[in-house]
Nanobody, 132 residues
Framework: LVQLVESGGGSVQPGGSLRLSCAAS????????MAWFRQRPGIEREGVRE????????????YYHDLLKGRFTIALDNMKNTLTLQMDNLARDDTAMYFC?????????????????????WGQGTQVTVSS
């Protein structure tokens, strides 16, 4: 059972940066898709977890939400078993609860679509608020 614990959230002004971390434990020798999701406030978005970025542990392939690529960078520190999300030039619309998630995978393509329903293990989330 993979356990995931997020940290690094907080409040930041528009245009600022934050770096989220996800400490992972319980890995086996298999490969995984590890990803960041976010759940933004608002009735129309209630319960919707958007895929932000994904990382395939087998070879380091990364995938991003089309609208976030260029501002967000996902990485995995293998020595520390920590998944990170560097977020730059943040906007108010990036305000959300950010979650780390994982599921077993056999090839990079399994991580391509970043769909929440495919992920079996989840952290508790860390809040990011962007406001002036």
């Amino acid at each position: 059972l993979v356990q995931l614990v997020e940290s690094g959230g907080g409040s930041v002004q528009p245009g600022g940066s934050l770096r989220l971390s996800c400490a992972a434990s319980g890995y086996t020798d298999t490969n995984y898709c590890m990803a960041w999701f976010r759940q933004r406030p608002g009735i129309e978005r209630e319960g919707v977890r958007e895929g932000v970025a994904a990382f395939y542990t087998g070879d380091g392939t990364t995938y991003y939400h089309d609208l976030l690529k260029g501002r967000f960078t996902i990485a995995l520190d293998n020595m520390k078993n920590t998944l990170t999300l560097q977020m730059d030039n943040l906007a108010r619309d990036d305000t959300a609860m950010y979650f780390c998630a994982a599921h077993r995978a056999r090839e990079p393509g399994w991580c391509r679509n970043i769909w929440a329903y495919e992920y079996t293990d989840w952290g508790q989330g860390t809040q990011v608020t962007v406001s002036s």
